[in-house]
């Protein structure tokens, strides 16, 4: 679909669509930093919705190292409904995110339409010589994932009616968190790679950065982190179908040693909203990432590592099946 636009042939562009974000150089010490991003309501509480899309816009701004600047909206909303205020209250979710995020919304697009929709511009400004990127992911690196998986399967779970409200708050406050300490703390321990987890959930994401790599990984199952109640959810069959065709998507990519049961293949593949960076960050700096995280409130879970191996492959394990970075 996009053999049309790629690769751009405009020296300015530094990154174009492989990426979280599009980064257009504006002299030697600056660039620009634009993404977009939006979808349906996945809560049934419209500012938690603004809240959430908004932080998700941002996310691959931080992702990429930038500092967003300002954003737009884009709403898509039924007419009919606009009296009841439902739409106002998705506009205040993420005029509120925004602000948190130290940035003004600066005016946006609406489109009468059937099924609600909304989401942000967001442009950013980032120095070209920190930039994270996702070609960048050296072996011996280690993955440090910084938000909990299982989102999606929490918003399956919800449409069905039959989410706790305890779990629902806990993904609601990880969904709407921003991904700006992350990213400075990435910054500061001198990580090179990034990514943040969304869509493609981390065995899709992880997938893209060892291709544009040209590396492989392994991931240690137990050390990924969990929002609390999803596993349960998800032995109760609430799969989300993006997960599902995440799955299909990875099975020529991901192996798997040991026993690795299907729930967790499941939660491992799980298309996210909002989700954590995936850092890959150099070993000798780990502590130093884990420390920055600590510091700015932010938890940072060791689930893997980079290896040398075949492009884009990913063996899903127990890094104590072998040593680390062989």
């Given at each position: 679909?996009?053999?049309?636009l790629l690769p751009s042939d405009d020296p300015r562009v530094l990154v174009d669509a492989g990426d979280d974000a599009?980064?257009?150089?504006?002299?030697?010490?600056?660039?620009?930093?634009?993404?977009?991003?939006?979808?349906?309501?996945?809560?049934?509480?419209?500012?938690?919705?603004?809240?959430?899309?908004?932080a998700n816009a941002l996310s691959d701004v931080y992702a990429m190292g930038g500092r967003p600047l300002f954003a737009l909206n884009l709403l898509s909303f039924p007419r009919k409904l606009l009296p009841e205020g439902i739409a106002?209250?998705?506009?205040?979710?993420?005029?509120?995110?925004?602000?948190?995020?130290?940035?003004?919304?600066?005016?946006?697009?609406?489109?009468?339409?059937?099924?609600?929709?909304?989401?942000?511009?967001?442009?950013?400004?980032?120095?070209?010589?920190?930039?994270?990127?996702?070609?960048?992911?050296?072996?011996?690196?280690?993955?440090?994932?910084?938000?909990?998986?299982?989102?999606?399967?929490?918003?399956?779970?919800?449409?069905?009616?039959?989410?706790?409200?305890?779990?629902?708050?806990?993904?609601?406050?990880?969904?709407?968190?921003?991904?700006?300490?992350?990213?400075?703390?990435?910054?500061?321990?001198?990580?090179?790679?990034?990514?943040?987890?969304?869509?493609?959930?981390?065995?899709?994401?992880?997938?893209?950065?060892?291709?544009?790599?040209?590396?492989?990984?392994?991931?240690?199952?137990?050390?990924?982190?969990?929002?609390?109640?999803?596993?349960?959810?998800?032995?109760?069959?609430?799969?989300?179908?993006?997960?599902?065709?995440?799955?299909?998507?990875?099975?020529?990519?991901?192996?798997?040693?040991?026993?690795?049961?299907?729930?967790?293949?499941?939660?491992?593949?799980?298309?996210?909203?909002?989700?954590?960076?995936?850092?890959?960050?150099?070993?000798?700096?780990?502590?130093?990432?884990?420390?920055?995280?600590?510091?700015?409130?932010?938890?940072?879970?060791?689930?893997?590592?980079?290896?040398?191996?075949?492009?884009?492959?990913?063996?899903?394990?127990?890094?104590?099946?072998?040593?680390?970075?062989?």
């Open positions: 679909m996009l053999r049309h599009a980064v257009y150089r504006l002299d030697e010490g600056r660039a620009l930093v634009v993404t977009l991003d939006f979808f349906t309501p996945i809560v049934d509480d419209p500012c938690d919705f603004g809240q959430i899309a908004a106002e209250e998705i506009i205040r979710g993420g005029a509120e995110k925004a602000r948190e995020a130290g940035i003004p919304v600066v005016g946006g697009h609406s489109i009468d339409d059937a099924e609600p929709k909304y989401g942000m511009v967001a442009v950013g400004e980032v120095d070209p010589g920190r930039m994270l990127s996702i070609d960048r992911a050296r072996p011996g690196d280690d993955l440090v994932l910084t938000k909990p998986l299982g989102s999606g399967i929490v918003a399956t779970a919800v449409r069905a009616g039959a989410c706790p409200e305890e779990v629902l708050d806990e993904a609601v406050r990880t969904m709407a968190r921003l991904n700006r300490a992350a990213a400075e703390a990435a910054l500061a321990a001198g990580a090179r790679a990034a990514t943040d987890i969304t869509g493609y959930g981390l065995t899709g994401h992880l997938g893209n950065m060892v291709r544009a790599s040209g590396v492989s990984a392994r991931i240690d199952a137990a050390g990924v982190p969990l929002l609390p109640g999803v596993r349960a959810l998800a032995e109760a069959g609430h799969i989300p179908g993006g997960t599902r065709r995440n799955q299909e998507d990875s099975d020529d990519s991901v192996g798997y040693e040991g026993d690795i049961d299907e729930i967790t293949r499941i939660l491992l593949a799980d298309a996210q909203t909002s989700g954590g960076l995936l850092v890959a960050c150099p070993r000798d700096r780990t502590t130093t990432l884990l420390s920055a995280l600590e510091a700015r409130g932010e938890s940072g879970h060791v689930v893997g590592d980079v290896i040398d191996g075949p492009d884009g492959r990913i063996i899903i394990g127990s890094l104590s099946m072998s040593p680390r970075g062989q």
